[in-house]
C-alpha cells in the first residue's frame, strides 16, 4: 500500500506543464526526488514541508522514479476560483474516491459549452484513429504523420492504463504545439478536454478539436504481469472497437522489436497479438514498415500470420520515415532505449502515423 513520507522542499529542480519537480529533504537527513502537480497541491516552495508516498520509488519502479507530494499541509491551495457549490463548473469526478480526487468540467456534460455538439454526436465519419500500446509510441507516430501531412490536425486520447495525470508525461508537454489538444479519458485528468470515456472523447476528437487524426495510447507508466492478460496494453484491442463502433478506421501501431531482451516482447510483441489478435472483435489495419532486417520482418509476418483473417495486415514503405524521427522535437525512448537502439520499434510506429495520414487524401476519412 502507500509508503508515507515527510519531509521539507529543498530545492526545485525543473518544471514543466502541470508538473514541478523537488528535492525533498527527509527527517532523517536522506533526500528524495518528488514531483508535485500544482492543480493538485498547489506550487510547493523552499521550506515547504510536503507528505510523500514513496512507495513506486522506494521499490524502484521504471516509470514512478518519483515520490508524489500529497500535501503541502502548512500552505494549502486555495479552492478554485470556479468552484461552486452546484454543477455549473463540472461534476465530472477522476480518480475517483481516491484521496485526491479532483472534479472536473467534462467536454459532453451539461455545462459543457460542448454538450450540444456531443449530444447528437454519434459517428466520426471515417477519422482514421492509430492506436498503440505505450505512451512511447505517440511522438513516432507524429513523427509520421508529420511526414505526410505536416498541416493535419491532430488529437491525442489519452487512457487511464499509465499514468492517470496527463501533467506527467514530459513528453506531452513538449508536444503541445504539435497537437490540437489532448482529451483525458476514463480515469485520466489533465488533458485540454476531460472525457468520462473512450467513445465520448473520440466523438470531442472529431466534433469539439476538428481532429483529422486521433491518436489513442496510454499515458507513461505501462503495467505489466508477463502473462498473456495482465498488461494495461490489452486495451488496445478495445480503443478498436471503439473506434470502429463510432464509423472511425482504426489503424493499428504494431509493438516491433528486435531489441527488448524479454523474449515475449521480441518480433511482435505478445501485448500487440493479444490486444489485436484476441481482445479487438473490429477489423482494423495492420501496420507493418517497410525495411525491416530481413530476420526480423520473418519473424513479424509469421507471428500476425493468424491475423490475416480478422484484420487487414498491410505494408507501408519507410521513405524519409528516419529523418522525420530524427526531427523529432522531443527525445525519442521506450524502456530505456532510444531511436538508434531500437529502432524497429519506433520505425512501426512512425509507419502507422504514415498510414493514416495518407488516409486523409484517399477519400475514405
Not at 495492420?286 to 507471428?303: I, K, Q, T
Request: no cysteine; proline share 6%.
Amino acid at each position: 500500500m502507500v509508503r508515507w513520507r515527510v519531509g521539507t522542499v529543498a530545492g526545485v529542480r525543473r518544471r514543466w506543464a502541470g508538473a514541478v519537480e523537488l528535492d525533498v529533504t527527509l527527517v532523517d537527513g536522506t533526500s528524495m526526488r518528488a514531483l508535485a502537480y500544482p492543480e493538485l497541491v498547489g506550487v510547493p516552495e523552499v521550506g515547504d514541508r510536503v507528505l510523500l508516498n514513496a512507495g513506486a520509488l522506494l521499490m524502484g519502479l521504471g516509470t514512478g522514479g518519483y515520490a508524489l507530494v500529497v500535501a503541502v499541509p502548512d500552505r494549502l491551495p486555495p479552492d478554485p476560483p470556479q468552484a461552486l457549490d452546484s454543477r455549473d463548473a463540472g461534476h465530472l469526478v477522476k480518480a475517483r474516491y481516491t484521496p485526491l480526487q479532483p472534479i472536473l468540467l467534462g467536454v459532453d456534460e451539461e455545462a459543457s459549452p460542448h454538450h450540444e455538439v456531443l449530444a447528437t454526436a454519434e459517428d466520426l465519419g471515417g477519422l482514421p484513429v492509430v492506436t498503440a500500446d505505450l505512451h512511447s509510441a505517440l511522438p513516432a507516430i507524429l513523427a509520421g504523420i508529420r511526414a505526410d501531412a505536416p498541416q493535419a490536425r491532430v488529437a491525442y486520447l489519452l487512457t487511464d492504463g499509465g499514468a492517470l495525470p496527463a501533467w506527467f508525461s514530459r513528453t506531452l508537454s513538449a508536444l503541445r504545439d504539435e497537437l490540437v489538444g489532448t482529451i483525458s479519458v476514463g480515469q485520466a485528468f489533465g488533458g485540454d478536454l476531460e472525457a468520462s470515456t473512450l467513445h465520448s472523447g473520440l466523438l470531442a476528437a472529431r466534433h469539439v478539436l476538428h481532429a483529422d487524426v486521433a491518436v489513442v495510447a496510454q499515458g507513461p507508466g505501462n503495467l505489466g504481469t508477463g502473462t498473456r492478460w495482465g498488461f494495461s496494453g490489452v486495451a488496445v484491442g478495445e480503443a478498436v472497437n471503439a473506434v470502429a463502433t463510432l464509423g472511425g478506421r482504426p489503424v493499428g501501431s504494431l509493438r516491433i522489436s528486435d531489441a527488448d531482451p524479454r523474449p515475449r516482447h521480441r518480433g511482435v510483441s505478445h501485448h500487440s497479438l493479444t490486444a489485436y489478435g484476441r481482445v479487438a472483435l473490429a477489423r482494423a489495419e495492420l501496420v507493418v514498415p517497410d525495411g525491416l532486417d530481413p530476420a526480423l520482418a520473418a519473424e513479424v509476418d509469421a507471428a500476425l500470420t493468424p491475423l490475416v483473417d480478422r484484420h487487414t495486415v498491410l505494408r507501408v514503405d519507410t521513405a524519409g520515415l528516419d529523418a522525420a524521427l530524427r526531427r523529432s522535437p522531443v527525445p525519442l525512448s521506450t524502456m530505456g532505449r532510444g531511436l538508434d537502439a531500437d529502432h524497429a520499434y519506433f520505425l512501426a510506429a512512425a509507419a502507422a502515423g504514415r498510414h493514416a495520414a495518407r488516409l486523409l487524401g484517399s477519400g475514405t476519412a
